[in-house]
C-alpha cells in the first residue's frame, strides 16, 4: 500500500464536471493499492495516517492530528503510485492490486475513516478524476512499506 498525503486548507475532486468530494482544511490522501495487500494492512496504514501530528498547535509545532483539528479527510484512489519506472519511459503498473481487490480496501479504508473523522469524502474508483488542492506549507508525506 502506498499512501500520498498533502495537508490541505481545502480540495476537491470533480468527475465529468460534477464535484464528488470536497473538503475545508484537512488532509488529501492518494490510496495506491498494490497486489499483495489486505484489510490488516489497510488498517495499519489507516492508523498511521489517522495518528498523524502534522497540524501546527498554538505554538506553531506540527503536533496535532486530524481529529484535534476537526479536519476532514479526502481519499482519492490512485494506482499509478505503484508506477515502476525503473525500465524504459513507459511505466509498468505490474504491482498495483487487481482493480476489484483495490477497489474493495479502498471502499474498507473510507468506512474505516468515518467510524473517526466525521466528514470522509471520496473519489469515484476507476473514474477520471479531476482533483484542485492549495496544499498548506507546502506539507506533503509518503507513506509505503519503505517506511512502515
Same mark, same amino acid.
Given at each position: 500500500?502506498?499512501?500520498?498525503? =498533502?495537508?490541505?486548507?481545502?480540495?476537491? +475532486?470533480? +468527475?465529468?464536471?460534477?464535484?464528488?468530494?470536497?473538503?475545508?482544511?484537512?488532509?488529501? !490522501?492518494?490510496?495506491? +493499492?498494490?497486489?499483495?495487500?489486505?484489510? =490488516? &494492512?489497510?488498517?495499519?496504514?489507516?492508523?498511521?495516517?489517522?495518528?498523524?501530528?502534522?497540524?501546527?498547535?498554538?505554538?506553531?509545532?506540527?503536533?496535532?492530528?486530524?481529529?484535534?483539528?476537526?479536519?476532514?479527510?479526502?481519499?482519492?484512489?490512485?494506482?499509478?503510485?505503484?508506477?515502476?519506472?525503473?525500465?524504459?519511459?513507459?511505466?509498468?503498473?505490474?504491482?498495483?492490486?487487481?482493480?476489484?481487490?483495490?477497489?474493495?480496501?479502498?471502499?474498507?479504508?473510507?468506512?474505516?475513516?468515518?467510524?473517526?473523522?466525521? !466528514?470522509?469524502?471520496?473519489? &469515484?474508483?476507476?473514474?477520471?478524476?479531476? +482533483?484542485?488542492?492549495?496544499?498548506?506549507?507546502?506539507?506533503?508525506? &509518503?507513506?509505503?512499506?519503505?517506511?512502515?
Amino acid at each position: 500500500m502506498r499512501l500520498l498525503i =498533502q495537508r490541505v486548507n481545502h480540495a476537491q +475532486v470533480a +468527475v465529468d464536471g460534477n464535484i464528488c468530494g470536497k473538503i475545508g482544511k484537512g488532509l488529501l !490522501v492518494f490510496i495506491g +493499492v498494490g497486489h499483495e495487500d489486505t484489510r =490488516q &494492512i489497510a488498517d495499519k496504514y489507516l492508523k498511521k495516517l489517522l495518528g498523524l501530528r502534522i497540524f501546527e498547535d498554538e505554538n506553531g509545532k506540527t503536533n496535532l492530528s486530524l481529529a484535534d483539528v476537526k479536519g476532514e479527510l479526502l481519499m482519492i484512489s490512485q494506482f499509478t503510485l505503484y508506477a515502476d519506472c525503473k525500465r524504459g519511459n513507459r511505466p509498468g503498473f505490474t504491482n498495483a492490486g487487481a482493480p476489484d481487490m483495490a477497489n474493495e480496501l479502498y471502499q474498507y479504508m473510507i468506512q474505516e475513516a468515518r467510524k473517526q473523522i466525521p !466528514v470522509v469524502e471520496e473519489g &469515484i474508483f476507476g473514474a477520471d478524476m479531476k +482533483v484542485s488542492l492549495e496544499n498548506d506549507g507546502p506539507f506533503t508525506i &509518503i507513506l509505503d512499506e519503505a517506511i512502515m
